[in-house]
């Protein structure tokens, strides 16, 4: 394992992801199953690197949260700074907004604000929603 990964992964074990709930195991468990779908599919190291952090400052549906958003700047050094957008973005839309209008957008959860994507960065949020689904 590269020493890269295994600071993630110590990163997201110091943020006790193993002992948060989620389904019928473990924010932790879920988070690398995520992140190894997307590498299984052959997705960009971004995209898996997102996909192992997707969720961190909680989503509207797994609304614990591991990673308080005050944060975001260690998160982006740990992560890089698109990565960390990707999670960033998963975190805040609304996931119904989606793909619902013509424009690559979706609204921010919590504000109600449009968030206008690009054609790259909304095909990331399909496949990471997809990913995370599974």
């Known amino acids: 394992m590269d020493e890269q990964f295994e600071n993630r992964l110590r990163f997201l074990r ?26 299984d599919w052959g997705a960009r190291p ?18 614990l949260k ?3 958003l005050a ?6 050094q740990l992560i890089g700074k698109e990565v960390e957008l990707l ?11 989606l793909g619902r209008d013509k424009e690559f957008s979706v609204l921010h959860r919590l504000t109600g604000e449009k ?14 929603t997809i990913a995370n689904s599974l």
């Open 46 to 63: 971004a995209l898996c690197d997102a996909g192992l952090f997707h969720s961190v400052y909680g989503t509207e549906y797994y609304e």
């Open 14 to 39: 110091k943020a006790n992801t193993e002992g948060m709930p989620h389904s019928d195991r473990d924010l932790f468990d879920h988070l690398l199953g995520t992140g190894q779908l997307l590498v």
């Open 66 to 68: 591991t990673v308080p």
């Open 71 to 76: 944060m975001w700047e260690e998160v982006q």
């Open 87 to 97: 999670v960033w973005l998963f975190c805040m839309m609304r996931r119904e907004t």
């Open 115 to 128: 968030i206008h994507l690009n054609h790259a960065r909304f095909q990331d949020l399909v496949t990471m």
